[in-house]
């Protein structure tokens, strides 16, 4: 039965079960309230404000109140609904904060931080600083997107998830529709860095791969997380050993006044999330997050496949204020993924020799850190962090033989284990002048053990068995001027060395920007990047003609860019926003194969790594235009469209300039909703649309010599035409329905997430089929749905 007609059926089934959910969480006649409570601080020093003034400006009459001598404020009674605080100060700049998503079920509390105005003899019409398009990271003047939990969970298709999420941004583009893997302005997915906490993690996904940033499914709970930063270029000099982008995650405390619950089933599993405080008298608090999922059920209602793909995870973040002594922080995530795919024992099932084939495969990925941070005086701010994390991967595949026996023919584990600890100061001189500084050393170490079938002695034999480590240093310093209330100038530099092969790279980085007016603005960013290569690719082991071991790659340099953007920003409505960027990015020092005659370069790697002979003599270029324009939540409705015209460009070790598999040339999506809202006072229950419309130029491939192929009964490239030929264009849509009802002491959320409403079959690859002797086509993911309902109390 074709994956279309499970799909209509399994619609029917799930527009069915919506109808008979819908009049259950549409009763109740009074409009429910909330609390809006939080702390303003100083946005370098994070020194608490008293006597801010706080409103709420979209309800009639506004809602205020003025901080304490501990900054903090308390709003109740605040209706359910969308609303815009302000935040007002003598001395300080007025902050407004629209989009704020106020539910029956959870309190809402924030942490406001506001920007000191200069004193300037001559006059300067300064408007109110709208932090809906202010980065997180108040250093980063260029190439930053501010990303909210709200558009995780509201973007069509996103499921919790910010890495597909982020493919609604100029500039981002999803490799595989299978897992979340993406490509930054035509860089590899290994060129991105994740981060928590101000300190890098692992690729923080279920079913996960070594070498690459992304995954299947995400680990990160969306209870968990607080407003974060998405960088794609000209990083400031705080972010290292990344080339492409950086997600600054940062996480949300527990509630620690009330203890609150957050239930949510659906296809993806079953999530438990509990937070609250530890007792009354102290002010810390806890926020922990299971999920436990199974996709079998789905996987057989629309033929995702016959593996069994289970997963499981865990994530925590325990605030834990001592007074003078500061705040501390624990926080982690760990999760556990599985799939097992077996091969049908029967040979007229076969289509091809992939056929015969069955695998184990898991991932197992875990986090755990310690923060701390104090306030030294009044101007300056110390945050220190001990993380450690581990990466598990084992695999192995079997092959049944003509009488259905199953024949071991490959088997691995590697495992990658990090240590690190970071500290950085912040220091306000002044209004005018501050200083952000910081030292970052880890250790890494890695593990690999292969087995790979050997024809010749009809057994496994092994062809890998490495454990070794390395450490890095980094260190860092930024300065910001504010030369006058509308130039700002950001300057630093980074370091960035690896001790078991001495290879070093200082780096300086520059930011500018200048507001033209109170609606527009002009930035220009350069920076000096470097990434350390996958340890696999240092560890690799090889033999050489007389069966000696060696290491060919241990000695590789790290892989660099320069990065230069220049970006025009301009509100056109205070909810109404638009942003033109264009970029170039000079690669160098890039890994490619020492044979003159080699096509190869990691800036082509998907994941994993490469253990043949490498030299640092590779290049790259990306350029490209991008624009965004942006509507905010407006009168219950808000879009995004974003545009790329782009050029990703590599030269290998035969000199030849080419395309990178990541050069599609263009991109465009288009993401957006409507909420109609019923009930007393229009405000209680609320029906969304959101949908997401991609469309894109095909990834590159290389040919395949079906002669050759023909030949050799295995698949086999055209070499010298490498990532020649373009796939056909790519285009989806998604879509996303919810119903949500607030109660006076609980939301509830029924929501179908659709992936690929469509069910186009966008073209992936082309393999050969030794058995039919043609180049056959794999296909992209087809529609999807996914069926959730959340209730928070």
Same mark, same amino acid.
């Given at each position: 039965?074709?994956?279309?007609? =499970?799909?209509?059926?399994?619609?029917?089934?799930?527009?069915?079960?919506?109808?008979?959910?819908?009049?259950?969480?549409?009763?109740?006649?009074?409009?429910?309230?909330?609390?809006?409570? !939080?702390?303003?601080?100083?946005?370098?020093? &994070?020194?608490?404000?008293?006597?801010?003034?706080?409103?709420?400006? @979209?309800?009639?009459?506004?809602?205020?109140?003025?901080?304490?001598?501990?900054?903090?404020?308390?709003?109740?009674?605040?209706?359910?609904?969308? =609303?815009?605080?302000?935040?007002?100060?003598?001395?300080?700049?007025?902050?407004?904060?629209? !989009?704020?998503?106020?539910?029956?079920?959870?309190?809402?509390?924030?942490?406001?931080?506001?920007?000191?105005?200069?004193?300037?003899?001559?006059?300067?019409?300064?408007?109110?600083?709208?932090?809906?398009?202010?980065?997180?990271?108040?250093?980063?003047?260029?190439?930053?997107?501010?990303?909210?939990?709200?558009?995780?969970?509201?973007?069509?298709?996103?499921?919790?998830?910010?890495?597909?999420?982020?493919?609604?941004?100029?500039?981002?583009?999803?490799?595989?529709?299978?897992?979340?893997?993406?490509?930054?302005?035509?860089?590899? *997915?290994?060129?991105?860095?994740?981060?928590?906490?101000?300190?890098?993690?692992?690729?923080?996904?279920?079913?996960?791969?070594?070498?690459?940033?992304?995954?299947?499914?995400?680990?990160?709970?969306?209870?968990?997380?607080?407003?974060?930063?998405?960088?794609?270029?000209?990083?400031?000099?705080?972010?290292?050993?990344?080339?492409?982008?950086?997600?600054?995650?940062?996480?949300?405390?527990?509630?620690?006044?009330?203890?609150?619950?957050?239930?949510?089933?659906?296809?993806?599993?079953?999530?438990?999330?509990?937070?609250?405080?530890?007792?009354?008298?102290?002010?810390?608090?806890?926020?922990?997050?299971?999920?436990?999922?199974?996709?079998?059920?789905?996987?057989k209602m629309i033929e995702l496949g016959d593996? $069994?793909?289970?997963?499981?995870?865990?994530?925590? /973040?325990?605030?834990?204020?001592?007074?003078?002594? !500061?705040?501390?922080?624990?926080?982690?995530?760990?999760?556990?993924?599985?799939? #097992?795919?077996?091969?049908? &024992?029967?040979?007229?099932?076969?289509? #091809?020799?992939?056929?015969?084939?069955?695998?184990?495969?898991?991932?197992?990925?875990?986090?755990?850190?310690?923060?701390?941070?104090?306030?030294?005086? &009044? %101007?300056?701010?110390?945050? @220190?962090?001990?993380?450690?994390?581990?990466?598990?991967?084992?695999?192995?595949?079997?092959?049944?033989?003509?009488?259905?026996?199953?024949?071991?023919?490959?088997?691995?584990?590697?495992?990658?284990?990090?240590?690190?600890? @970071?500290?950085?100061?912040?220091?306000?001189? %002044?209004?005018?002048?501050?200083?952000?500084?910081?030292?970052?050393?880890?250790?890494?170490?890695?593990?690999?053990?292969?087995?790979?079938?050997?024809?010749?002695?009809?057994?496994?034999?092994?062809?890998?068995?490495?454990?070794?480590?390395?450490?890095?240093?980094?260190?860092?310093?930024?300065?910001?001027?504010?030369?006058?209330?509308?130039?700002?100038?950001?300057?630093?530099?980074? +370091?960035?060395?690896?001790?078991?092969?001495?290879?070093?790279?200082?780096?300086?980085?520059?930011?500018?920007?200048?507001?033209l007016d109170e609606k527009q603005n002009l930035?220009?960013?350069?920076?000096? =990047?470097?990434?350390?290569?996958?340890?696999?690719?240092?560890?690799?082991?090889?033999?050489? @003609?007389?069966?000696?071991?060696?290491?060919?790659?241990?000695?590789?340099?790290?892989?660099?860019?320069? =990065?230069?953007?220049?970006?025009?920003?301009?509100?056109?409505?205070?909810?109404?926003?638009?942003?033109?960027?264009?970029?170039?990015?000079?690669?160098?020092?890039? *890994?490619?194969?020492?044979?003159?005659?080699?096509?190869?370069?990691?800036?082509?790697?998907?994941?994993g790594y490469y253990t043949d002979a490498l030299?640092?003599?590779?290049?790259?270029?990306?350029?490209?235009?991008?624009?965004?324009?942006?509507?905010?939540?407006?009168?219950?409705?808000?879009?995004?469209?974003?545009?790329?015209?782009?050029?990703?460009?590599?030269?290998?070790?035969?000199?030849?300039?080419? /395309?990178?598999?990541?050069?599609?040339?263009?991109?465009?999506?288009?993401?957006?909703?409507?909420?109609?809202?019923?009930?007393?006072?229009?405000?209680?229950?609320?029906?969304?649309?959101?949908?997401?419309?991609?469309?894109?130029?095909?990834?590159?491939?290389?040919?395949?010599?079906?002669?050759?192929?023909?030949?050799?009964?295995?698949?086999?490239?055209?070499?010298?035409? $490498?990532?020649?030929?373009?796939?056909?264009?790519?285009?989806?849509?998604?879509?996303?329905?919810?119903?949500?009802?607030?109660?006076?002491?609980?939301?509830?959320?029924?929501?179908?997430?659709?992936?690929?409403?469509?069910?186009?079959?966008?073209?992936?690859?082309?393999?050969?089929?030794?058995?039919?002797?043609?180049?056959?086509?794999?296909?992209?993911? *087809?529609?999807? *749905?996914?069926?959730? +309902?959340?209730?928070?109390?």
């Amino acid at each position: 039965m074709s994956s279309t007609l =499970h799909g209509r059926r399994f619609l029917k089934s799930v527009i069915i079960l919506m109808l008979i959910f819908a009049p259950i969480i549409t009763v109740q006649a009074q409009v429910p309230t909330q609390v809006i409570r !939080g702390k303003v601080v100083d946005e370098i020093s &994070k020194v608490p404000i008293p006597g801010a003034t706080v409103m709420v400006s @979209s309800v009639q009459p506004a809602s205020g109140a003025v901080t304490d001598m501990e900054g903090e404020f308390r709003l109740p009674g605040i209706p359910v609904g969308n =609303h815009t605080l302000r935040v007002m100060l003598l001395g300080y700049e007025e902050l407004i904060r629209p !989009g704020i998503v106020v539910n029956s079920g959870k309190e809402v509390v924030l942490q406001l931080e506001v920007r000191e105005k200069l004193i300037e003899t001559r006059e300067v019409t300064i408007t109110a600083e709208l932090e809906k398009n202010k980065p997180m990271n108040e250093m980063s003047l260029v190439s930053t997107r501010t990303f909210s939990v709200e558009e995780t969970r509201k973007f069509a298709a996103a499921v919790n998830d910010p890495a597909r999420m982020v493919t609604s941004f100029a500039g981002v583009l999803g490799t595989d529709d299978g897992n979340n893997n993406i490509s930054i302005r035509g860089n590899a *997915p290994a060129g991105l860095q994740w981060r928590m906490e101000g300190v890098e993690i692992p690729s923080p996904n279920h079913f996960s791969f070594p070498g690459t940033s992304g995954g299947g499914i995400s680990i990160l709970s969306a209870q968990l997380l607080y407003n974060s930063d998405f960088l794609t270029g000209a990083f400031t000099a705080e972010y290292g050993n990344a080339l492409s982008g950086v997600f600054d995650l940062k996480l949300r405390k527990g509630n620690n006044e009330k203890q609150e619950i957050t239930v949510q089933a659906g296809f993806l599993g079953l999530d438990l999330a509990v937070e609250g405080p530890f007792s009354k008298k102290y002010k810390g608090s806890y926020l922990i997050n299971y999920r436990y999922s199974t996709l079998a059920a789905i996987g057989k209602m629309i033929e995702l496949g016959d593996a $069994a793909t289970n997963f499981q995870d865990l994530s925590l /973040n325990l605030f834990l204020p001592a007074g003078s002594a !500061g705040q501390f922080t624990v926080f982690g995530f760990g999760g556990l993924s599985s799939q #097992d795919f077996e091969a049908e &024992k029967d040979s007229l099932e076969w289509e #091809d020799e992939g056929e015969r084939y069955s695998s184990e495969f898991r991932s197992n990925t875990g986090v755990l850190g310690t923060t701390h941070a104090l306030s030294i005086g &009044k %101007n300056t701010f110390l945050k @220190s962090a001990l993380v450690a994390s581990l990466y598990d991967n084992k695999y192995a595949v079997y092959r049944l033989d003509d009488g259905y026996r199953s024949e071991e023919r490959e088997k691995g584990i590697s495992l990658n284990d990090r240590q690190l600890f @970071s500290t950085t100061l912040h220091h306000k001189f %002044n209004a005018r002048h501050s200083l952000r500084t910081g030292l970052i050393v880890s250790r890494m170490g890695f593990a690999i053990k292969q087995r790979e079938y050997d024809y010749e002695v009809d057994a496994l034999e092994k062809t890998l068995d490495v454990n070794d480590d390395a450490y890095t240093t980094q260190a860092f310093v930024t300065w910001m001027n504010r030369i006058t209330e509308r130039l700002s100038l950001q300057l630093g530099a980074h +370091y960035l060395g690896i001790t078991h092969n001495r290879t070093w790279s200082v780096e300086p980085r520059a930011s500018v920007k200048y507001t033209l007016d109170e609606k527009q603005n002009l930035s220009l960013g350069y920076g000096l =990047h470097s990434q350390v290569q996958a340890l696999g690719v240092y560890f690799g082991e090889v033999a050489d @003609s007389t069966g000696s071991v060696y290491r060919p790659n241990e000695n590789l340099e790290l892989s660099k860019s320069h =990065h230069v953007v220049l970006g025009y920003d301009r509100m056109l409505k205070p909810w109404l926003h638009v942003k033109l960027e264009t970029y170039y990015q000079h690669l160098f020092d890039i *890994p490619v194969s020492t044979d003159p005659g080699e096509t190869f370069s990691i800036l082509n790697l998907r994941d994993g790594y490469y253990t043949d002979a490498l030299v640092n003599k590779g290049l790259g270029k990306n350029y490209g235009l991008e624009l965004t324009f942006e509507q905010f939540m407006r009168h219950d409705l808000y879009f995004l469209f974003s545009s790329s015209l782009y050029e990703s460009r590599y030269r290998a070790s035969d000199g030849k300039w080419r /395309n990178t598999q990541f050069n599609g040339n263009y991109s465009f999506s288009f993401t957006g909703g409507r909420e109609f809202k019923t009930g007393p006072k229009m405000r209680n229950r609320i029906f969304g649309v959101n949908v997401k419309v991609i469309y894109a130029g095909g990834l590159r491939k290389t040919p395949i010599d079906l002669d050759k192929s023909l030949a050799e009964g295995t698949t086999y490239y055209f070499e010298d035409r $490498a990532f020649s030929e373009r796939n056909p264009d790519y285009f989806r849509t998604d879509i996303r329905v919810s119903m949500k009802r607030n109660r006076p002491r609980a939301t509830h959320l029924l929501s179908l997430d659709i992936q690929n409403v469509t069910n186009r079959k966008n073209i992936f690859g082309e393999y050969f089929n030794p058995l039919s002797g043609k180049v056959k086509t794999y296909y992209q993911t *087809p529609l999807i *749905p996914v069926l959730s +309902y959340r209730v928070e109390f």
